[in-house]
């Protein structure tokens, strides 16, 4: 079975970007020995991510796992007057529920849909009975954990120490590491709520993003125009993210 992290050909519409659904196009399904993959395959269950839509609350029990195939998924922490930040971004590298393979069963963060697509669910007892039997699926959702503890570290480190344009441009490049194209659908409020500012901070730095030539925002789209200088424009935190995915993850080789 191949162990590519090349996306599949996509068919362009109207300047998105659709993908037929298949479970391959997540990349930790992708990496499965054959024998995992086989008793895997009929467990999974194509699912609709659209936006806003909460796959899980803050320390509810979980029910299910997540790959998301075209969809990103963000986590974040919720305070007790409802303010929210985000803590991570999951899209179709990863996967969404791993307190269920830590053995917590729930998280005081939540799960929402951060830019719409699909994904494909398996349920928690299946998802925790192939990581404690199958040695492959261990040590590769093992990697991608501590690739995602390197993220959240990260991110805290960068809202406290680094500039909103700094942190806008991170988040910008996040994302798009997670999508099969270059544009984003979102507001500046629900970026606002992401990285947990004022929306005014927001619409600031995205207008300094875009009269320096690398985004365009329209009408809720964001599409970046000059990704080289995005990446040069933003903080050391997100090459250090990329940098341990591509360690921990180099050829998505569960062995």
């Not at 054959?34 to 699912?47: D, I, S, T």
């Not at 609350?57 to 007790?80: G, H, R």
């Not at 990697?143 to 120490?161: D, E, G, K, P, Y």
């Amino acid at each position: 079975m191949p162990h590519s992290v090349t996306p599949p050909p996509a068919e362009v519409v109207t300047a998105e970007i659709t993908l037929r659904p298949d479970p391959l196009q997540n990349m930790l399904l992708a990496a499965l020995p054959p024998a995992e993959w086989a008793r895997w395959q009929p467990q999974l269950e194509l699912v609709d991510l659209p936006l806003g839509k909460v796959l899980h609350e803050s320390s509810v029990p979980m029910n299910y796992v997540y790959f998301p195939t075209s969809a990103i998924i963000s986590l974040l922490y919720v305070l007790e007057n409802g303010a929210s930040a985000e803590i991570a971004v999951v899209g179709f590298e990863g996967v969404v529920g791993i307190s269920i393979m830590m053995g917590g069963g729930s998280t005081p963060s939540r799960a929402v849909v951060q830019s719409a697509g699909k994904g494909y669910r398996l349920r928690a007892e299946a998802m925790k009975g192939e990581f404690d039997r199958s040695t492959p699926v261990m040590h590769l959702m093992l990697r991608f954990i501590q690739s995602l503890i390197t993220q959240m570290s990260q991110t805290a480190v960068c809202n406290r120490h680094h500039t909103l344009d700094q942190q806008l441009c991170r988040w910008l490049l996040l994302s798009l590491d997670r999508l099969h194209g270059d544009q984003l659908v979102m507001t500046q409020e629900l970026i606002a709520n992401m990285l947990g500012v004022r929306r005014e901070g927001v619409t600031e730095a995205a207008l300094n993003l875009q009269k320096a030539g690398l985004i365009q925002y329209a009408r809720g789209h964001i599409t970046v125009m000059d990704r080289p200088g995005l990446e040069k424009r933003t903080c050391e935190c997100y090459e250090v993210v990329k940098k341990e995915y591509d360690r921990l993850l180099p050829d998505l080789e569960a062995t």
